[in-house]
C-alpha cells in the first residue's frame, strides 16, 4: 500500500471509532434516561394525582353543594363522578409501560400521557398523529385543564 491509501484506512478507523463512541454515547444516556423514567415515574404520577385531588377537594369547598365526588381511595387510580349527573371520569397509570391515562367519553377526554426525559428532567408529553410532542411541564396546568373539560364540555 502506498502511503496514502495507508492514511486513508487510518482515517476510516478513527471515524469509525469516533462514530462508535457517538453510539454508545447516546445508549448510556438511552440507559439513564430509561432508569429515571422507570424510578421516578410513579412519583411523577402520585403527585399528578394528588395534585388533581386536592383541586377537587378546593372545587368542592367553594361549591354547595359539593359538584365532585372523588370515588377512588386507591393510591394508583383516579375515578370521579360529577354528582349533578353522573358523568364518571377515570385515571390511571400503567407501571408497565409507564403511560398515564385519563378518560371521560362524554367530555371527549381519551388522553395518555407518556414520560419525556428534557435535561435530565421528567415532563409528561402528548403525542399527536404526526409525532410532535406537547410538553406538559406543570402538573397543575394538566389538572386544571382535565377538571375544566371534564365539569364544562
Known amino acids: 500500500m502506498t502511503p496514502e491509501e495507508v492514511e486513508g484506512f487510518k482515517e476510516m478507523a478513527r471515524e469509525y471509532e469516533s462514530v462508535l463512541k457517538d453510539k454508545w454515547a447516546k445508549s448510556a444516556l438511552e440507559r ?12 411523577k404520577w402520585a403527585e399528578l394525582r394528588q395534585r388533581m385531588k386536592d383541586a377537587v377537594d378546593l372545587i368542592n369547598r367553594e361549591s354547595s353543594p359539593p359538584t365532585i365526588s372523588w370515588d377512588d381511595s386507591h393510591s394508583d387510580r383516579i375515578e370521579m363522578t360529577r354528582i349533578e349527573d353522573g358523568r364518571k371520569f377515570e385515571g390511571g397509570f400503567d407501571s408497565v409501560a409507564k403511560v398515564a391515562f385519563f378518560y371521560c367519553r362524554p367530555a371527549q377526554i381519551n388522553l395518555k400521557l407518556h414520560f419525556f426525559v428534557d435535561a435530565g ?12 410532542a406537547t410538553y406538559i411541564n406543570k402538573l397543575h396546568d394538566l389538572a386544571y385543564l382535565l377538571l375544566r373539560y371534564f365539569l364544562f364540555k
Open 121 to 132: 428532567q421528567l415532563e409528561f408529553v402528548v403525542w399527536d398523529q404526526e409525532a410532535r
Open 32 to 43: 439513564q434516561n430509561q432508569q429515571l423514567i422507570y424510578s421516578d415515574g410513579p412519583k
